[in-house]
């Protein structure tokens, strides 16, 4: 190769440019020509394309590699410097540099920003930010319609305006995306941001500037190019024209061959300007031959990789594509072609082609495709490789060659079983500090690149040996579990650290560069990356992003080279890899996937790019219909020459194929094949088990072959037993084992002649497709020219110009909108019953176990309408259970499987006649309880799949029929399912016969249509052809006298058809013309150059053809299956196909007229069948009519054009059995028929027929009646019926306590008394029973702990009578009282004095209490009545029951040295203790213990509160919600108060006005009597109809404020906490956090914390969980949010691991949603990493296993994916071992309380195992509401919500299920449900109800956001029914009658009959202590807080607060509706 420095170069560069072309018409592409080369340039030299050294001749090397030359000639003699060399190279012959010319290196690129464009743009919204809005629908595949929030005008948006934000940068969806999947990416009803602008489109008002998913804008957007497609869109949109690409091309730029994606595609990189990257296609070349150019695919001779191989110069126009900043692919190649030497110019035929515009669009939508096709198999959406997908294709590299500074090393690898394979050890200069990281690389020797840019295996003395400890240079990608260099250099620290002397590589070389003696590299012929994104993050810092390489198959090579060095590493250094490696290497299933299932997909995607079959001239072509087999062929054949005929490509890596040759037989020679793979071929070069690489069918070495014959009548008869290149002379070894290679004959001659059988017939009947489609294009080119050349010149003829007689021709003919026959439906009848042979995936459920050996299951199979039902049988050889058959394990059938279990299975079918239909045997089986999860899993790989029982062993079915024969002489169970089936097909039959009587009705109607349609078409054309006859005989007779010879001609093509006559031209192959086309086409260009070549070739200048010639030749033009010959002088007439022979003219035209002929040769559209289908596409707008065709995404405002799409092939391969109307595809034709004649499509096409208006009108008054429907009716409201309650008979005698039977009364009385008795009865009742004689709380009696009880529930009764007065002071009886009762406690040491005086200790729950001398008695009397002492005494109280006397004994002394130790210990404790990070103390309101009272008269003073009650208040300045008096105060001396701070925007947007506000972010809807909400909730709240119509339907609302407003609630004033339940206020009071809180009120000093570390003794009361084994960390699992503690700072989630419940952790910092705004909430699902919490947590690891390290929830789980896993030490130095540890304490406490709860009773979420999922579970109707169905499940104690609301389950419409909103309480229905939140009163979200036809059933991960936050919503606001009103107490109504008047206002009798509320007889209040409630009693929501009610801070004066003498002994009733809820009793 020349140097552009020689002298040859210089001189050619001094002389003078050549002269210019001569000056063309101006064209699209002309305006390259301005720009000529530089003066001065260096011309390109053109690339050699040999690389073979010419023999005669030798080649001078350049002088610029005069280095290499003298290394070279010194290499082998240098045996200091390298002594391994003299085995490479031992022939003394020097190898040649390489063709290719030396270039920069191609990570020179740099990105180049945009320049911000603002002029003439206005947006609406804020640029940074937009606007919410959803997609409405789509018009078109590339543009919809959005609706902004809030707004009611439409917005035109197109996909050119959608971004994406992936890795850091913002990309065009159209850059990564083919535009067909905007829909599905984005469905309609999808919520997107959006900016738009106000434009003049048309019906749009709007248009989109920039669409996105959500957050902020897209960055810098707004350029000068996006300004023009922005207004190019509108005017489309405007003139209502498709909106089409425009082709803008650049000038003529120069480029290199970077890489090849397929054999047809490839990437350029460009040299200059912007050095940026530019695809192209085999389409896009063009090539000179003889002195023309032409595309490369119309010479196609070579493969396109040997024309211009990678490195080689090219010349290229290209035009731009969507490309991100950092994005190198910025270009598509419009043309290519490899240019002369100093010439730029492109070739002058394509100019000429595309001068004209319509080429020019074409060309545009030709690059368009090929754009859209390359992104659906590139998947440029696919660009990490962690985690790995399978489909993924593009191979970031992390190494792109090496930085300054690094190094790379040759280390062989210890391999007996790959000596390719070899590792580098790879140094590298660490960015962040001066250090260097160390680590591994592995190589195969097929990627080394030696010195000259050439492969290096084909030098046979270069192996990975040879190389050892050689510098080279990579480009490496990551086969690691990281894929950034961040996380690479963190892998390479944890190597060194844990296995310092291991050699694992981190990383695969894609290439390796040998370096020359001067330390460079040579590219060369190696393909090379180009730059796409910005992550992951490389090791070349300094480059501007990551390099990829796209070719399609690099990526499955470089996987199986991994697999195979995991399989040959020793079994030590293998069980490390999978901590090491990325999992996709090393999992077990994977390896299929990548060594046989993606290599097929590889194959079939090169199929979808390339498809011009290029590949050809390197695997061949084997025409197998046209080979005979030999006549008496040699036996054998010896150094026989032959070439290479087919590579057969059953594999990426082929390893057999075809040799062809000529073998003489019987003194002829005639041409043969042989059979011959990789192991026959002997050659001196490495094959890498690849034979391309060995031969190819363009090779140009001679080959030479030894082979035997093995079948003469074969198309393939011999077999080669030895293949090699004759240059390297004969095989020095025998070849193959003859018998081994006639087996590999056997099966490959018969696999690759029934390939290419059907592939020869396929490729004969293209190749006649496009020949027809070449002769259609020539005559409608003819045709357009003919009619639409008005510019051209008259040429001299009289009256030129078609508008001045006759018609347009044609195509301007009325069309005869012709429908289809009408077609007798077809009749879905039952048919014959036949079982079929094999099933496959058929679940089914487990009916019976029958043995060890055996079981049975039992399934479902329908016919038609007929369904039956049928058993299987299968044995422990079948089942599969983790991977292994169940009998290798030794288990039997009765320990993997249970009745009832769901299966999956494979069977086949054995004939046996029995009554239980027991005939199928099954193959293979896998279990599972969940019929959901089995239906998602698959079965093993290995599970045997049979055709038929044929293919078992005779033994098996003998089995199964002596087996079967003993089941079935019992007779069958009785199927469940017989009535609903035979329901199912009784309507089935009357919905057919509906149908059947429709049709008819529809036929007859259509045939009168049509006839009536028909014959005024006919009118019409009979009408047109009359006025043309006329103007073409006043032609005529002008013609006569004006231009005869015109005439003459034109009598030459004429044809009588008729009454009218028409002109065809025989040598233009134009039938059917009009006189004014005729006369016009006669004097086109084309015309006369084929005139004149005809009449050159006859030897006359001037010969008309007869009419008798002119029609024969027309007609053999149109029939081109008509052959003609020659008999006896007589011309006869042949039909090949229909066996028609020696028929005279009229005889074939009546044959290709008849039916047999025509079903033979379908060639003409039916034309009805056009129109039908053009009806069906039509849609009717405002002001135009479309026409859409969704499954080709073509639109078009033409019929004509929509005609002519309908007949491309494309559109009919697409649409097979498709209905445009329905959009529905049908199975079958049958089915489609029938669906044709259906009342749906009937209706479909009537409305479209309809106007524009009607339809809007439609969809209005539908919309309206949708609304009516779903409000529910006025009298179902009133509608509740009272349960019946059924009483059995109470047998005196027997104690349904204790399981005791008394002889008399007497006995079952002294039974009553006992402890005992008392004991259980208060633990399963929660009742304290009294005893006789002990109603003193002080008398001698023992103190037990029931006696204990007794007294908490005397002093909680006189706690409630003190409150009742509502009085400041208190009774001086009661005082005296609760002053004994604390004496007591003193006396019977529950309550001891401690060293300080003001100290209490409490021995019941072991805790200090502390306060002041005056306040002491009241904080003792009140923690004594707390719900914490009561809970701590009820364990008590249950652990005596459960154990003897002694081992409570026993138990009570080891607390007391617990406790001793404890105090023991208590200042090494609190030393510790005092080193933790305590929280700054708070502040809290000075009015934090205000009563309502004294709040009243201090808010009179203040300004701007509001009491729409006498109780309740409002701010209107801050737009509070309803607050008590002392809760008001507490706002008023808030902050934000005080300074007048503005209100958050939502409450403004929020009506408050009938809401309490409790705190800063709770709810509570006083109309509805909700629970509280948070302000997300509160919002569906206020929209749903049920709280709507409760608003509506209020009478009385002050009092319904009133009797709502929650007395206590829930909170905690030391914390300044506010809680939305008691369990969560319950819970914690017990945390750390209000430990220390409250030390800090008091000034104490902070001590260890220690309550909750007695979990695990607690727990000891439940059974132990059942765990498995559980790894150590956890990928990509997938489960449900459970639970969220009250810190509201950690979240728990519930998942299954082996059908065993485990939970994890996480606090909100681990949430990775790109979607900021999601925050976790109960029942979303969740897709996690997570890491095993260790050492184990005492009492916490039991239940809490994981921590999770990453968390994608909600609707993210979908669509984004994780990042890396982290062990459970990395992730404590990530977030800090104080966060993690404050999440565990948090847990006790959250077990601890939830402990109490399901000791209680209740479900609690860590020790209650609920199913995840219930499918087809039966239930009642307990509830409905204008929102909700409650429902209660049959099969357990629980509930299940049904949302009516208009709320969207899942994003499918398909999925969700239909509502039946005529279900009233007590109906019976089926349920579909997810679990959502234990804790609740519905368990449930129903995703399906029904009561006959079963809907289908949702996953969790399906389920919308939206969805779970409705169900909270409407669970939170259920109301009340009867049952939980147990404990409402109805006063007189006498007492009330004075005080208020309720006539007028409330009808009491009504509201108490519709509550379901009784009142008692006695009209008087009922007496609490006689009732008393135990498990209302616990109930924390009835508690007084100890702080919040008797603050000892804040009021020192106790004898004030006690003094009641002022006080009238006689209470006063409270004013109000006289209903009164017991405090304790609330829920």
Same mark, same amino acid.
């Given at each position: ?137 789509? /018009? ?101 024209? %498709? ?703 049979? /055709? ?633 709240? $206020? ?90 960390? $956890? ?110 304490? /948090? ?24 199913? %995840? ?90 389920? $919308?956001?939206?969805?779970? /936050? ?118």
């Amino acid at each position: 190769m020349r140097s552009r420095d020689s002298p040859m170069v210089r001189q050619l560069s001094a002389q003078p440019s050549r002269s210019p072309s001569p000056r063309r018409k101006k064209v699209a592409f002309q305006r390259d020509r301005s720009r000529s080369p530089r003066q001065g340039s260096t011309p390109s030299p053109s690339p050699r394309r040999g690389r073979t050294p010419s023999p005669k001749r030798r080649r001078t090397p350049s002088p610029r590699r005069s280095k290499d030359r003298d290394r070279k000639r010194s290499r082998s003699g240098d045996r200091s410097e390298r002594k391994d060399r003299v085995e490479r190279d031992p022939s003394p012959k020097k190898r040649r540099p390489s063709a290719i010319e030396r270039l920069e290196l191609h990570t020179g690129w740099q990105p180049t920003d945009a320049k911000p464009y603002q002029a003439g743009l206005e947006e609406v919204f804020e640029p940074s930010y937009g606007a919410k809005a959803l997609v409405v629908r789509y /018009d078109t595949e590339e543009s919809g319609v959005l609706r902004c929030e809030g707004g009611s005008d439409d917005v035109h948006f197109h996909v050119n305006q959608l971004w994406l934000s992936e890795g850091g940068s913002w990309l065009q969806f159209r850059e990564v995306f083919p535009s067909a999947e905007l829909a599905a990416k984005f469905p309609p009803k999808a919520r997107l941001k959006c900016n738009i602008r106000k434009v003049n489109a048309g019906d749009f008002s709007f248009q989109a500037t920039a669409v996105w998913p959500d957050g902020k804008a897209p960055i810098e957007y707004r350029t000068k190019d996006w300004f023009d497609d922005l207004q190019r869109i509108a005017s489309c949109v405007r003139n209502k024209i %498709e909106i089409s690409g425009q082709l803008s091309s650049s000038s003529t730029r120069e480029g290199v061959v970077q890489e090849f994606i397929s054999f047809e595609t490839g990437i350029i990189r460009l040299l200059d300007q912007d050095k940026a990257a530019a695809v192209f296609s085999l389409e896009n070349v063009w090539v000179s031959t003889d002195g023309q150019s032409k595309p490369f695919g119309e010479v196609d001779n070579q493969l396109l990789q040997d024309h211009i191989p990678v490195g080689s110069k090219l010349l290229l126009v290209v035009k731009p594509i969507p490309a991100n900043r950092y994005s190198q692919l910025k270009y598509q190649a419009i043309i290519a072609w490899v240019g002369a030497r100093g010439e730029r110019n492109m070739p002058r035929e394509f100019e000429e082609k595309f001068n004209s515009r319509q080429r020019r669009v074409e060309m545009g939508q030709k690059l368009w495709k090929q754009h859209e096709t390359l992104k659906s198999v590139l998947r440029f959406n696919r660009y990490l490789t962690v985690p790995m997908k399978p489909d993924a294709v593009l191979v970031p590299v992390v190494v792109n060659l090496l930085p300054a500074g690094g190094s790379a090393t040759v280390k062989d690898i210890d391999s007996p079983d790959n000596r390719n394979i070899g590792l580098l050890t790879v140094t590298l200069p660490n960015p962040r500090d001066e250090q260097k990281t160390t680590f591994h690389v592995l190589f195969h020797m097929e990627d080394v690149i030696d010195e000259y840019g050439e492969p290096a295996f084909k030098d046979k003395s270069i192996t990975v040996k040879s190389l050892k400890d050689s510098q080279v240079d990579l480009i490496a990608r990551s086969v690691s579990s990281a894929d950034s260099f961040t996380d690479l250099i963190r892998l390479t620290q944890k190597l060194d650290s844990d296995y310092p002397d291991a050699k694992i590589p981190i990383l695969q070389a894609v290439k390796v560069f040998m370096k020359s003696s001067d330390g460079q590299i040579f590219t060369g012929s190696a393909p090379l990356p180009t730059f796409l994104r910005k992550e992951p993050k490389s090791f070349n810092v300094k480059q501007p992003a990551t390099g990829y390489y796209l070719n399609l198959s690099l990526k499955n090579n470089l996987d199986t080279k991994v697999v195979e060095f995991v399989e040959s590493c020793p079994n030590l250094v293998r069980s490390v890899l999978p901590s090491i490696l990325n999992p996709w290497y090393t999992l077990s299933s994977n390896k299929s996937l990548i060594k046989k299932e993606i290599p097929q997909r590889v194959l079939k995607n090169g199929t979808i790019v390339d498809t011009f079959g290029n590949f050809k001239h390197m695997y061949g072509e084997f025409f197998a219909a046209s080979v005979s087999a030999p006549t008496n062929p040699p036996t054998n054949l010896t150094n026989h020459t032959a070439k290479v005929a087919l590579i057969y490509t059953d594999r990426p890596k082929p390893r057999t194929g075809l040799l062809e040759f000529i073998v003489e037989c019987d003194g002829r020679k005639s041409k043969s094949y042989a059979l011959f793979n990789l192991k026959t071929v002997q050659c001196q070069q490495k094959s890498f088990g690849d034979l391309s690489k060995l031969l190819s069918v363009n090779m140009k070495d001679e080959i030479a072959m030894n082979a035997s014959l093995v079948s003469s009548s074969s198309k393939i008869p011999y077999v080669a037993t030895a293949v090699w290149k004759t240059k390297e002379g004969p095989p020095r070894k025998p070849g193959a084992d003859i018998n081994m290679l006639t087996d590999e004959w056997k099966k490959g001659t018969e696999a690759i002649i029934k390939l290419w059988m059907s592939r020869t017939i396929e490729m004969a009947k293209k190749a006649d497709a496009v020949e027809n489609e070449e002769a259609m294009k020539r005559a409608e080119d003819i045709l357009s020219k003919a009619g639409g050349s008005r510019d051209r010149e008259d040429r001299g003829r009289p009256g030129f110009g078609r508008d001045r007689h006759g018609s347009g021709g044609r195509n301007d003919r009325p069309e005869r909108p012709m429908s289809p026959p009408p077609q007798e439906p077809v009749e879905e009848k039952p048919t014959v019953w036949k079982w079929d042979l094999a099933l496959k995936d058929k679940v089914g459920t487990v009916q019976k176990v029958i043995n060890q050996n055996y079981a049975l299951a039992v399934s479902y199979q329908k016919q038609g309408w007929q369904e039956k039902r049928f058993f299987v049988l299968f044995d422990t050889c079948d089942v599969w259970i983790n991977g292994e058959v169940v009998q290798k394990s030794g288990k039997g059938m009765k320990d993997v499987i249970s009745e009832n279990d769901s299966v999956k299975f494979h069977a086949v079918y054995v004939e046996s006649d029995n009554a239980w239909n027991l005939t199928y045997l099954a193959t293979a089986v896998i279990v599972n309880k969940n019929q959901a999860a089995l239906r998602e899993e698959q079965m093993p790989l290995k599970a045997i799949v049979k /055709d038929s029982c044929e293919e078992l062993h005779p033994a098996k079915i003998q089995n199964f029929k002596a087996v079967a024969s003993k089941i079935t002489k019992k007779p069958p169970p009785e199927d469940p399912n017989v009535q609903a089936r035979k329901e199912e097909m009784k309507r089935s039959r009357e919905e057919n016969e509906k149908r059947r009587a429709m049709e008819r009705q529809k036929k007859e109607e259509d045939r009168r249509r049509i006839a009536i349609e028909q014959e005024r078409q006919d009118r019409i054309a009979q009408k047109a052809s009359e006025e043309a006859e006329k103007k073409a005989a006043s032609r005529r007779r002008e013609l006569m006298s004006g231009n005869p010879e015109l005439l003459r001609e034109l009598q030459g093509m004429e044809i009588q058809r008729g009454t009218s006559k028409m002109y065809s031209c025989k040598l233009c192959g134009i039938q059917a013309m009009s006189l004014a086309d005729a006369e016009s086409h006669i004097f086109e260009d084309e015309h006369k150059v084929l005139k004149a070549e005809k009449a050159k070739e006859e030897g006359a200048t001037t010969k008309f053809l007869s009419r008798e010639e002119a029609e024969e030749a027309l007609f053999l033009n149109e029939f081109k299956e008509i052959k003609t010959s020659v008999v006896n002088g007589k011309k006869i007439y042949t039909c090949e196909k229909c066996r028609a022979l020696k028929m005279p003219m009229e005889h074939a035209k009546k044959h290709v007229l008849s039916i047999i002929h025509k079903n033979n040769h379908k060639q003409a559209e039916n034309v009805a069948q056009l129109d039908q289908e053009c009806k069906e596409m039509k849609k009717k707008g405002r002001v135009s009519t479309s026409y859409f065709c969704t499954p080709c995404g073509f639109t078009s405002d033409s019929v004509i054009a929509t005609k002519n799409h309908i007949c491309e092939a494309d559109h009919k391969k697409r649409t097979v059995n498709y209905c445009h109307a329905c959009k529905l595809f049908s199975a079958n034709r049958a089915k489609y028929q029938e669906h044709r004649f259906s009342i749906a499509h009937k209706r479909k096409m009537e409305e479209l027929e309809k106007p524009y208006e009607e339809k809007q009108e439609k969809a209005k008054a539908k919309e309206v009646k949708s609304r009516e429907n779903r409000e529910p009716k006025s009298g179902d409201k009133n509608k509740e019926t009272e349960p019946e309650e059924s009483k059995e008979p109470v047998d005196p005698l027997k104690c349904k306590f204790c399981a005791f039977d008394a002889e008399s009364e007497a006995e079952m009385k002294e039974h009553k008394q006992s402890e005992g008795h008392r004991r259980k009865q208060y633990l399963m009742t929660g009742v304290m029973p009294s005893s006789d004689g002990q109603e003193e709380i002080f008398g001698e009696k023992p103190f037990t702990s029931l006696e204990h009880m007794s007294m908490i529930h005397r002093a909680r009764d006189l706690h409630d009578k003190a409150n009742k007065s509502k009085s400041i002071r208190i009774d001086e009886d009661i005082k005296k009282e609760k002053s004994t009762i604390v004496e007591v406690l003193f006396k019977n040491a529950v309550f001891q004095k401690m060293t300080v005086e003001t100290t209490i200790k409490c021995t019941t729950c072991s805790v200090k209490l502390q306060g002041h001398a005056k306040k002491l008695t009241a904080q003792l009397f009140i923690h004594f009545v707390s719900d914490k002492h009561i809970q701590r005494l009820r364990v008590q109280v249950k652990g005596e029951d459960a154990g003897e006397k002694a081992v409570a004994e026993q138990e009570d002394i080891a607390t007391v040295d617990t406790a001793s130790s404890q105090a023991e210990n208590q200042d090494e404790i609190a030393a510790s203790e005092e080193t933790m990070v305590l929280p700054p103390p708070i502040t809290v309101s000075v009015h934090q213990f205000l009563t309502d009272e004294e709040a009243v008269e201090m808010l009179k003073e203040i300004e701007n509160i509001l009491a729409p009650t006498p109780s309740l208040h409002e701010c209107s300045s801050c737009k509070t919600g309803l607050m008590t008096a002392k809760f008001m105060m507490r706002h008023v001396d808030s902050s934000a108060h005080k300074n007048k701070t503005l209100p958050a925007p939502w409450r403004s947007q929020v009506d408050l006005s009938s809401v309490y506000e409790h705190g800063p972010g709770l709810f509570k809807c006083l109309h509805c009597n909700s629970e509280f909400l948070d302000i997300r909730k509160l919002e569906l709240h $206020l929209s749903t109809l049920e709280h709507k119509d409760r608003v509506e339907n209020c009478f009385g609302q002050l009092a319904i404020f009133e009797q709502n407003t929650p007395l206590d609630p829930p909170r905690c004033d030391t914390c300044d906490r506010y809680f939305a339940t008691e369990v969560d206020m319950r819970c914690h009071m017990i945390t750390k956090l209000h430990s220390i809180r409250t030390d800090q009120m008091h000034g104490l000093s902070i001590t260890a914390f220690t309550e909750n570390d007695d979990l695990e003794m607690k727990l000891q009361s439940l059974p132990a969980p059942a765990l498995p084994v559980l790894p150590a960390r $956890l990928e990509n699992q997938r489960g449900r949010i459970a639970a969220i503690f009250e810190s509201g700072q950690f979240v728990v989630i519930e998942f299954s691991r082996n059908d065993c419940v485990v939970h994890a952790l996480f606090d909100k910092s681990r949430v990775v949603n790109s979607d900021k705004s999601t925050f976790p909430v109960v029942g979303y699902p969740v897709i996690f990493h997570a890491c095993k919490i260790e050492p184990d947590v005492e009492g916490v690891s039991q239940y809490l296993q994981y921590w999770a390290s990453q968390v994608i929830l909600g609707d993210g789980v979908r669509v984004e994916r994780l990042g890396m896993e982290m062990t459970y030490n990395q992730l404590r130095r990530e977030v800090g071992g104080l966060a993690v540890d404050i999440g565990l304490e /948090d847990c006790k406490a959250e077990m601890k309380t939830q402990l109490d709860i399901k000791l209680n009773g209740n479900m609690a979420v860590f020790f209650d195992e609920v199913h %995840e999922q219930l499918e087809y579970e039966t239930g009642f109707v307990e509830l409905k509401t204008a929102s909700s169905l409650l429902i209660k499940l049959q099969a357990a104690d629980q509930f299940a919500l049904l949302i009516l609301e208009d709320t969207p389950l899942t994003e499918l419409a398909r999925e969700r299920g239909e509502v039946d909103q005529s279900l009233q309480p007590g109906d019976q229905v089926y349920v579909n449900a997810v679990l959502m939140d234990v804790t609740k009163r519905a368990q449930y979200l129903c995703t399906a109800v029904w009561k006959t036809e079963s809907q289908p059933a949702v996953r969790r991960d399906r389920l $919308l956001q939206s969805a779970v /936050d409705m169900y909270h919503a409407l669970v939170l606001a259920l109301p009340v029914q009867q049952q939980d009103l147990s404990d409402v107490l109805i006063p007189s109504f006498a007492n009330i009658q004075g005080l208020m008047d309720m006539s007028g206002v409330i009808d009491m009798n009504k509201m108490l009959s519709m509550s379901g509320i009784v009142v008692p007889p006695n009209q008087g209040y009922d007496d609490l202590a006689a009732d008393d409630d135990l498990a209302a009693d616990d109930d924390l929501a009835a508690d007084d807080d100890l702080a919040a009610d008797y603050n000892i801070a804040a009021d020192d004066n106790i004898a004030e607060d006690d003094d009641i003498a002022a006080e009238s002994p006689e209470e006063r009733p409270k004013l109000g509706l006289g209903l009164k809820i017991a405090s304790f009793a609330n829920k």
